[in-house]
């Protein structure tokens, strides 16, 4: 008998806490999308400073990093594809294989991370320590929306940030593959280029940009809500961002999933 | 000092939850419109969960809440936000936003719900900073100020918009006797040139003594005392007593019970 019950209470509550979590997560992402598009236009006004500051954090200042990773990843990519290819004979295809992946898949992907452990964990901890702080209940005490205040500028910052990094990131990837098939492998540079240009269509950085799109709401919101999670003092804010990181990696590889899948037909 | 009763804030019937647990237990109190009003009790009685109600930062679970007549636990956001604009708050670490200067942590509420000029605003921090003895450190961040200095900037942060009532989290907590006893000169200040009301969750006897005009004690969720501080003085109640006399609690009749609970043998 007291098995049962156990079985049932215990079901019971995993239930009621991911209902709990879930209908929170609707108020974040309503409260967000509510004060970055609606509330403007009623004369609320938007923090553009604060969302240009953060612009800057997220996106100028993370170039150098995904620019290195992406031309890393590019060249790896090129090597592995002519190990590949060269048993066909087709080692000339090096560029359509790296362009078209580095396009449709990977420069969204590595971005998206890149972003997540450098731009993702610092919202988590940011938001995290005002509220160990007070810093938020003093916001709210005066009468300011902590959403308004500090989601929206991150989130906007993110998501206009993150697609401009993804084109970057993907014209050096390919960059990458790029210098590898032509000073290492030996390939005709002229014959890489065409082939990337040939290969890449309009649809391929349609689907690497909506993709990146969503990345970056994933990665603010996942952010934004461990952040306000967050209880206990500094213990508490080092568990939540690492929770923050965790999960938005596992979200981003979901949606990339259903993007991929979306996408290829 | 004498007042005429003008209630500002009424406390109704307030309860207040955590779960299954009740934190406060049917409080009422009114404070009037003028005077220094002190939350009194030892730790973990309430008082700061009886804070976080007062300025709508938490929902009871029933009971009422007016501000100025208005109930603020049923109100809307839009609502709330405007009885807020005349409500300060000084919080227990002063809350200051550690990623501004000090004038900008005094200006934002300006910047925010007023339509004021720039330099109108400048004009009113340097004012407010000055009038907690802040002058002249408009341009330091929040750890670049000392303990007591962060409080006063806080203080001057919920003074920005000129507000009826202000809310002390603890002001004296953490401060030497001098620095206290210098913040709860400035809380008398504020308080007579103004005509501020102020509402002062604290459990230092030395600073009720010279701020309070009146008191309410809670013991666990109850109030167990209300009036002026020399009306609590008379009373009877033993915990009352205890609290002004600084007593210890009483642990003779408890050592048998403890080794027992030691032993774990207490269900016997």
Known sequence: ?265 | MSYVADPIIEVRDLVVRYGDRTVLDGVNFTVNRGETFVILGGSGCGKSTLLRNLVGLMRPYSGSIRINGQDITTMSDQERVEVRKKLGMCFQASALFNSMSVGDNVALPLREHTALEESTIDIMTKIKLELVGLGGFENYLPSELSGGMKKRAGLARAMAMDPEIIFYDEPSAGLDPIVAAGLDALIRKMQQTFNLTSVVVTHEMASVRLIADRVVMLLAGRVVGLGTLDELQQSEHPFVKQFFERRPDDESDNREEFIRSLTGQDND
């Open chain 1, 1 to 265: 008998m007291s098995a049962v019950t156990y079985v049932f209470g215990y079901t019971g509550r995993i239930s009621l806490n991911a209902l709990y979590a879930l209908a929170r997560i609707c108020v974040l992402i309503n409260d967000t999308l509510n004060w970055t598009f609606i509330q403007p236009l009623r004369g609320k006004g938007l923090r553009w400073r604060s969302a240009v500051e953060h612009f800057v954090q997220f996106g100028v200042n993370s170039l150098p990093i995904v620019g290195l990773i992406c031309f890393l990843i590019g060249g790896i990519m090129a090597m592995q594809s002519v190990y590949l290819l060269r048993a066909f004979g087709a080692t000339q295809y090096v560029a359509n294989l790296v362009g078209v992946i580095a396009v449709r898949e990977l420069a969204p992907l590595m971005t998206a991370i890149l972003l997540t452990g450098r731009s993702g964990s610092a919202i988590t901890a940011e938001i995290g320590t005002m509220k160990v702080s007070e810093e938020i209940d003093a916001l709210e005490v005066m009468g300011l929306n902590p959403t308004k205040h500090l989601v929206v500028p991150k989130f906007l910052a993110m998501i206009l940030a993150i697609p401009c990094l993804t084109v970057l990131g993907a014209l050096i990837m390919i960059f990458g593959g790029f210098a590898v098939t032509v000073w290492v492998v030996g390939l005709e540079p002229d014959v890489y280029i065409n082939n990337t240009i040939k290969s890449i269509k309009i649809r391929d950085f349609a689907t690497g940009l909506s993709k990146s799109f969503f990345f970056g709401i994933v990665i603010c919101l996942v952010g934004v809500y461990r952040g306000f999670q967050v209880r206990g003092g500094a213990e508490g804010v080092g568990h939540m961002t690492t929770s923050s990181v965790v999960t938005s990696i596992f979200l981003i590889i979901l949606v990339d999933l259903v993007f991929t899948y979306l996408f290829f037909f």
